[in-house]
């Protein structure tokens, strides 16, 4: 209890530093609130929240449902207005990272357009940033391949599995291979195995492009094996409760996971998560 | 099998009442009001009937369209029954054969009539006043300027009643088609306005966000995400403006028209008592009428195939 | 007191002055008779309203109720209140129009709604073809009001004596700029405002008798009118529902009506010849036939013949 | 707020500018074809400070519109046949049966058509069809047959209203009905709730922002049916009456005013409409959800 | 891969005999095949499956997305007609099943409807099968408050986070405490802790009331944690790959999961599935 309320405990931005001084800071939070006003008393969903992220991270917040992770990701992407604090996305301010085609975002839900079959779905953002119509193609081949999609092209939304829709955001958000990809819980509704395989895919992607991610999970074995960093969050009001340098190898394979450090790392979390289980 | 028995028993009824009313006498129902029981009887099978085909509806589609008209000819079967079978005047309410004898003999003037009616001022009103209600709620969309100020000026229009409008487009564009297509743009361009704009802001949250961290201009939101959200709603001002150019064009003819027109022909006839004439014209602007709603209503569902209302499959 | 509803041809106006002077000053109380006004409009069509049986009596002109009865309503005329025709065509000089044989090319606002017989008979009779073009004429159906003479949408317009042409004055044209073809005066006259109710009904002698009692009633409203325009105009005025009639107009009209009422004890009498006349009229006209054969029995004197005994 | 009445109010003095400037062609034009029919000379000048003051305007100018306004509103009682407000008030009786008779109508048909297969096969066309039957030609009937069974006054008008407003409730609410979540739907499924609990748990909800947005469409047009249904009564008093005896004396600032006050009336009544509905949608909780 | 096309080695009814004979069959399902038409290729959902679930089984679907669990889901459910085959729920045919109220179904997503509040969600179906109002509350209170929601009684869906939404349906169904419990992946949107906690929850309802409970899952932990039967399947056609009985007590605890017969169960399952995978 006294970890979550005390200020002092709460990590700073110096936690966040690797060991590579060459890296920029693509994400800086500074003191941000956000509260949903509602009739019957309003929502403290973000508190106090300070962090920094540097450019070629892969960060993953993690902790209970309801403490406020999409949210933080919203406000990141310009989805949200915080309520106070600074927000420096990029150097500059979220919407203009926004506005400069910065980061993929892939919902908590597949949100796949109806009138679009699952080609044309992918090809959306690419349209929007006018690519051509090759490359298009080229890489709605590539990613739909990537997740296993490869026979549903001409398919409709509404003809797939739930973990097939999603599969399907995912390639969409890859397609149009942005700096800063932010994820909200993207392999909730995938079995072990296909997340297995997309973890490992992401985790290529992202050490062959250089990438910046920011990864809402609830899983702790999928944060350890894919995270430089770790946030964990508690609920009412949303603030963050430890911040957490993963000390594995920035490319690591599913075999890390018999490790001890694996092991290690993940009671870690475990427990920083068990004990603001047990404050609730 | 008993229900082949029954409905041959049905289908006799019907036949039976179909062969009074052909066959008897003017004001038969006077001279003998027990054979209104027949009618009765005759729809109760009807109905019994219909039921039964709507059961294979699904199984054969050349059903579907025989419904509605076993449906229609039990109520012309009535109309008929009831106008012969009291002597109604023709003065006040003509029979359906009498309708369709006076169509039949005036085809030529109720071609013309349509042509004045349907393919000069209705078409031409229907085409701009669509076509600007869409324009103006696409700008209005853009702009919330434009929007606070059109919308309750929107309102207050659409509450003009068509009536009070006409005699003055009369006034402005004469007597020809043009001051009817004008009543039918300020009839048609309200509808079209509030639901284009209803529909183009209609968009699902999750789309509306997920266009917002593809930073996309106004015109991609607008061509990719809104314009396909508001299909729908576009389709439904298209419909109901269907049926209301033809009434708006009809009613401005009261108010003054050259000799030619179904609106002319329906007041006119009214004065010289030829009640057949005036139905065999509202017999066509019915026949129009439905066929371009339901020509609208078939493109609607070639082009809304993804619409949960039109396709299976799970919510997505 | 015995009801009876009489359904007029048109909104109320002083063309209708007698029948409102008659209830008004309790002429019809006098006669027992509890009378309903039904005031017409635009699209009311009296023979309808009496075929449905909204009405006893209706208001009507004789070729609309020889036409309907040829449809197979049988109208009887029980009385016959204007005596002359009201109608002109009313045309602007600055059109070139001197005589009825420079219509050639024009167009012409007329009436519809079974106002047009006396029109097209009268056409037919001057041999031009209404449906446009180099030699015949342009027909508009004319609406409610006069504006396509001030507007230049028509040569001609349709008006009575004691209405639109008032109007036509009022909207600031003077008589010099006009010219005008009474109907009266081009040999094309038609019976205008007269009583008609159905022909069974008059072989019902208590009906017979009730509607002697009723013209009786309403003649003397007519007499009274045309001898008060001033105070008619005002009673028609107080039942105008709608509220948009003037003093000025209806005094006029009131006065102007008059003018046209039968004289004297012919005031209600249907003259044969007059009505032979119409019947020529209009079995004259060869394009258009508003009827096909000599009528029977379109009139008949007993109304009036019974009232004269009362 | 105050943005909204700024736009609005921008807006209506340009509309305002544009009718000025209207009225100073049409009627000018006018007052030229008159001289020139006369032979007489004239300038822009004279024409210019004439033609706001023409008899028979083909548009009037709106101070004259509101000279009438004023007139026929302030100046009379309102029981005096000469007031507007007096007519309004017969105007919005019909409209008001009619609307709650149309709106009544409307839901029974969608219902009956939703929940019978029979029923939308052979019915829905037939409601389609009936729509492009002019009212105006069958409205004389209506007034004639039903007068002949001694039923007159607001009943025949009423009915004429509900005519035109039962069918954008009709449409709208079976589009309503049926607009339900798949899922949801599939939900009651599983409950496997009776055609009723499905209805009021689940449809009725869905269909009610349909319901209020064919409400206001169909309120405008109870009000155009009352109108409509004056006119073959011609003389019975109404904004409709108002409208005729206007245009059959060629008064066109009389045809303007009836139609001011007409559409103020609609806009009211659609006004109200749209109230209910927020009450509705905040005992919904949606409102929030913006 | 000959072991996804021999049909000898499908599982038949015979593997799910558990020791206690006095069980009723609550499904049978024989040869059973669906096949969703469609204009680019029919999509062969189910083929051939043959399944009884005993009276008080926990019987677990789990298998790579979209291989047909969330259809087989459906089809007990009577939300689908299978194409070929018979199906019997509790004796009955799956219509007359639903009829009786019979099951309660989690859908994948929350399904609550949005202008209800989170209580007035959970007593939807109560209202709907007439219970009484005082009954209705009582469930509420205890169901709400097991999920955690204890606090968020009169919110609406939309005030909520994906997971908190997830845990009101899970609420909803149990609240009408049917003799069948079908669930499509109710837990995928929760954390490890909040999951636990339901998973215990939802074992001791369904040892106290006798419930038979099909479940569909992505988590192999979970399925051994809870199932007394898994069912493995793998995708197009759609079909069961293996049949897996649970040597574990019917009654297990979290610290289950660090015995060797927990991982060994897990392992088999493991193998099961990235053998299909292989295959794919
Ligand atoms: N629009 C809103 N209005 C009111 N409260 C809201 C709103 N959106 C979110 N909240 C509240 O904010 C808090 C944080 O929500 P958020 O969606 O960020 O949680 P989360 O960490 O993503 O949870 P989960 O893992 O379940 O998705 C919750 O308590 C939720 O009830
Ligand atoms: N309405 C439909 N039309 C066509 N194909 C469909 C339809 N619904 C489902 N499918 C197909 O059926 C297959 C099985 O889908 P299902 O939803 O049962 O998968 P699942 O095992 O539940 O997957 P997930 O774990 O991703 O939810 C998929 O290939 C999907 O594309
Ligand atoms: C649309 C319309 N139709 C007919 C008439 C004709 N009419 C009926 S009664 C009457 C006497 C004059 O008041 C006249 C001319 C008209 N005026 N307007
Ligand atoms: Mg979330
Ligand atoms: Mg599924």
Redo the contacts between chains.
């Keep these: 209890m006294p970890v979550a309320q005390q200020p002092t405990t709460l990590s700073n931005s110096d936690q966040l530093a690797t060991k590579s001084k060459s890296q920029r800071e693509m994400i800086n939070i500074d003191n941000l609130s956000l509260i949903f006003p509602s009739k019957d008393g309003d929502v403290h969903a973000l508190s106090d929240i300070n962090l920094t992220i540097k450019s070629g991270d892969f960060v993953s917040f993690i902790g209970p449902s309801g403490c406020g992770k999409t949210t933080l990701l919203r406000v990141i992407a310009d989805l949200e207005r915080p309520t106070s604090g600074t927000l420096k996305v990029n150097g500059t301010d979220a919407e203009d990272a926004r506005l400069n085609r910065l980061y993929g975002y892939v919902f908590q839900a597949p949100a796949l357009l109806p009138w679009r079959n699952i080609e044309q779905n992918c090809a959306l953002p690419m349209e929007i940033s006018k690519q051509s119509k090759e490359h298009q193609s080229n890489q709605i081949d590539k990613y739909l391949k990537m997740v296993g999609l490869q026979d549903f092209h001409k398919k409709f939304p509404w003809q797939l599995s739930g973990g097939m829709q999603q599969r399907a955001s995912i390639a969409r958000a890859l397609c149009l291979n942005p700096d800063l990809l932010l994820m909200d819980e993207p392999f909730g509704a995938l079995d072990e195995i296909t997340r297995d395989h997309m973890n490992m895919e992401l985790l290529r992607i992202w050490s062959e492009t250089q990438k910046t991610v920011v990864f809402v999970t609830h899983s702790i074995d999928e944060a350890v094996l894919l995270s430089t960093h770790i946030v964990v969050m508690s609920p009412r009001p949303g603030r963050i409760m430890k911040v957490i340098e993963s000390p594995l190898p920035r490319l690591k394979t599913l075999a890390l996971r018999d490790q001890p450090e694996f092991h290690a790392l993940a009671s870690e979390i475990r427990s920083a998560l068990a004990h603001e289980h047990a404050i609730d | 099998m008993p229900n082949t028995f029954k409905n041959f028993i049905y289908t006799a009824l019907i036949l039976l009442q179909l062969f009074l009313v052909s066959s008897s006498d003017i004001g038969f129902y006077q001279s003998n009001p027990l054979l209104i029981l027949l009618l009765i009887v005759s729809l109760y099978s009807m109905a019994k009937l219909l039921a039964k085909l709507t059961t294979i509806e699904n199984q054969y589609t050349i059903v579907k369209p025989i419904i509605p008209s076993l449906f229609a000819f039990m109520l012309v079967l009535t109309w008929e029954s009831i106008i012969k079978g009291y002597a109604v005047s023709p003065v006040l309410m003509p029979a359906p054969s009498n309708i369709f004898d006076a169509f039949i003999n005036n085809i030529p003037m109720l071609w013309a009539d349509f042509k004045q009616t349907y393919l000069k001022a209705v078409l031409a009103g229907y085409v701009i006043g669509c076509f600007s209600g869409f324009i103006v709620a696409q700008w209005a969309v853009k702009s919330k300027l434009l929007r606070d100020g059109l919308i309750p000026l929107g309102n207050f229009m659409s509450a003009i009643p068509i009536v009070g409008i006409a005699p003055i487009m009369v006034m402005w564009f004469g007597f020809d088609w043009q001051s009817k297509a004008a009543v039918i743009v300020i009839m048609t361009f309200f509808p079209m306005f509030i639901n284009t704009l209803t529909g183009l802001q209609s968009t699902d949250a999750l789309h509306k966000d997920l266009m917002h961290t593809y930073a996309a201009k106004k015109s991609q939101i607008f061509f990719k995400n809104q314009l396909p959200h508001a299909l729908p709603f576009i389709f439904n001002a298209l419909k109901l403006n269907s049926a209301l150019a033809l009434i708006g064009a009809i009613v401005a003819e009261f108010f003054g028209t050259p000799i030619v027109g179904m609106g002319f022909r329906i007041s006119t006839e009214v004065g010289r008592m030829n009640m057949d004439l005036v139905w065999a014209t509202i017999v066509v602007a019915g026949i129009a009428g439905s066929l371009s709603y339901g020509a609208l209503a078939l493109l609607e569902r070639s082009l809304l195939f993804w619409h949960p209302s039109y396709r299976g499959g799970r919510s997505s | 007191a015995e009801k009876m509803t009489l359904q007029l041809k048109?909104?109320?106006q002083a063309q209708f002055a007698g029948y409102y002077a008659a209830l008004e000053n309790g002429f019809y109380k006098d006669e027992g008779i509890d009378l309903t006004i039904?005031?017409?409009?635009?699209?009311?069509?009296p023979?309808?309203?009496l075929?449905?049986?909204?009405a006893d009596v209706i208001v009507d002109w004789l070729p609309?109720a020889l036409?309907?009865r040829e449809?197979?309503?049988p109208l009887v005329n029980i009385a016959q209140v204007y005596e002359k025709s009201g109608m002109m065509l009313t045309c602007?000089k600055?059109s070139e129009i001197k005589t009825s044989d420079d219509f050639k090319g024009k167009t012409l606002g007329v009436w519809?709604?079974?106002?047009?017989y006396p029109f097209l008979s009268w056409m037919s009779k001057l041999n031009y073809p209404?449906t446009g073009g180099e030699d015949g004429v342009?027909?508009?159906?004319?609406?409610?009001?006069?504006?396509?003479i001030?507007?230049?949408?028509a040569d001609c317009v349709s008006t009575m004596t004691y209405n639109e042409y008032g109007?036509i004055m009022?909207?600031?044209l003077t008589p010099e700029?006009l010219v005008l073809f009474k109907y009266e005066d081009e040999g094309v006259a038609t019976l205008e405002d007269g009583l008609y109710v159905l022909e069974e009904d008059l072989a019902d002698d208590k009906k017979v008798e009730s509607y002697a009692k009723f013209l009786k009633a309403s003649l003397k409203g007519w007499k009274w009118a045309a001898e008060n325009p001033k105070e008619a105009a005002m009673i028609v005025l107080e039942y105008?529902?709608?509220?948009?009639?003037t003093e000025h107009?209806q005094t006029r009209m009131m006065t102007e009506v008059a003018k046209l009422l039968g004289k004297g004890e012919g005031l209600g009498y249907l003259d044969p010849n007059a009505y032979q006349r119409t019947v020529d009229i209009l079995l004259g006209s060869d394009s258009a036939p508003v009827i096909t054969k000599e009528p029977v029995g379109a009139y008949s004197h007993v109304v009036f013949e019974k009232y004269k005994e009362l | 707020m105050k943005q909204k009445i700024v736009s609005f109010v921008g807006l209506l003095t340009i509309i305002i500018a544009i009718w000025y400037l209207a009225a100073l062609i049409m009627n000018g034009n006018q007052l030229i074809h008159n001289l020139e029919r006369k032979n007489q000379d004239w300038t822009y000048s004279q024409i210019i400070s004439q033609a706001y003051e023409v008899k028979r305007p083909m548009l009037p100018a709106p101070h004259q519109v509101a000279a009438e306004l004023s007139k026929s509103i302030f100046e009379r009682s309102i029981t005096s046949k000469r007031s507007l407000i007096y007519h309004a008030q017969i105007t919005l009786n019909s409209t008001l049966l009619g609307f709650i008779f149309g709106a009544m109508l409307g839901i029974l048909i969608a219902i009956g058509i939703v929940h019978n297969k029979t029923l939308e096969s052979s019915f829905m066309p037939w409601v389609i069809a009936s729509q492009t039957i002019p009212i105006l030609a069958i409205a004389p009937m209506i007034v004639v047959v039903l007068g002949a069974v001694n039923i007159t006054g607001l009943i025949p008008k009423a009915i004429i209203s509900m005519y035109l407003s039962f069918f954008p409730v009709t449409i709208a609410m079976v589009k309503g009905l049926r607009s339900s979540d798949r899922l949801h739907e599939e939900l009651m499924h599983t409950y496997s709730a009776s055609a009723k609990d499905v209805f009021w748990k689940l449809r009725w909800y869905s269909a009610q922002p349909y319901l209020f947005a064919s409400l206001k469409v169909a309120i405008a047009a109870a009000l155009v049916g009352a109108i409509v249904a004056e006119l073959p009564t011609g003389a019975q008093g109404g904004l409709g009456a108002r409208l005729l005896s206007g245009s059959y004396y060629g008064q066109t600032e009389q045809i303007w005013s009836a139609l001011i006050v007409a559409a103020l009336l609609g806009s009211i009544l659609v006004w109200l409409v749209g109230l209910a509905e927020k009450v509705l949608l905040r005992r919904r909780g949606e409102l929030t959800n913006a």
């Design positions: 048109w909104v109320t039904k005031p017409g409009g635009p699209d009311i069509a023979a309808q309203v075929a449905g049986g909204g609309s036409a309907t449809k197979g309503l602007l600055s519809f709604f079974g106002n047009e209404t342009t027909v508009l159906k004319q609406g409610f009001n006069v504006d396509p001030f507007q230049g949408q109007q009022d909207g600031g700029e105008d529902d709608t509220g948009a009639q107009h």
